[in-house]
């Protein structure tokens, strides 16, 4: 069980604040280039981020 938002405890807020990240700095302020700039954000995650913050 975990808190929700408790971004230390829970590993899965770091992938949700780098995509986010990713989105703030590539976005253009429209709905249909936000809908194709998503995906790319959660690719854009390395995995080295998710293996590094789920382990420790």
Same mark, same amino acid.
């Given at each position: !069980?975990? /808190?929700?938002?408790? !971004?230390?405890?829970?590993?899965? #807020?770091? !992938?949700?604040?780098?995509?986010?990240?990713?989105?703030?700095?590539?976005? #253009?302020?429209?709905? #249909?280039?936000?809908?194709?700039?998503? /995906? #790319?954000?959660?690719?854009?995650?390395?995995?080295?981020?998710?293996?590094?913050?789920?382990?420790?």
């Amino acid at each position: !069980f975990y /808190p929700a938002f408790y !971004f230390e405890i829970n590993f899965i #807020e770091y !992938f949700w604040g780098a995509a986010m990240g990713y989105t703030w700095e590539n976005c #253009e302020y429209d709905f #249909e280039s936000l809908k194709c700039l998503v /995906p #790319e954000a959660l690719v854009s995650v390395s995995d080295s981020l998710i293996w590094n913050t789920g382990h420790e």
